[in-house]
Nanobody, 120 residues
Framework: QVQLVESGGGLVQAGGSLTLSCAAS????????MGWFRQAPGKEREFVAA????????YYADSVKDRFTIFRDNAENTVYLRMNSLKPEDTAVYYC?????????????WGQGTQVTVSS
């Protein structure tokens, strides 16, 4: 089993930056596709970003492309999401997820989420 714990959320003004961390334990995630998702109040969970097992390929939702960067440190068993130029519409609970198949279509492990609030 893999446990995922997000951290780094908080309150930030529009235009500011935050970096979220996702620390994994229980087993290595070096062979897993890792992703970030978010859920705003009253909205369904949506995809934000994903990264291949080696970090060689990344994927982003159009709404965050060119502002957010996903990266991983497999030696530390940790995945990060750097968020720049934050907007109020980025306000949400952000979740880290892991797909053991490596293809990003079966995220089966999820963290509890970390709150990001962007003020205008």
């Amino acid at each position: 089993q893999v446990q995922l714990v997000e951290s780094g959320g908080g309150l930030v003004q529009a235009g500011g930056s935050l970096t979220l961390s996702c620390a994994a334990s229980g087993r290595t995630i070096s062979t897993y596709r890792m992703g970030w998702f978010r859920q705003a109040p009253g909205k369904e969970r949506e995809f934000v970003a994903a990264i291949s097992r080696s970090g060689g390929a990344t994927y982003y939702a159009d709404s965050v492309k060119d502002r957010f960067t996903i990266f991983r440190d497999n030696a530390e068993n940790t995945v990060y999401l750097r968020m720049n130029s934050l907007k109020p519409e980025d306000t949400a609970v952000y979740y880290c997820a892991a797909d053991p198949t490596g293809y990003g279509r079966e995220y089966v492990y999820w963290g509890q989420g970390t709150q990001v609030t962007v003020s205008s």
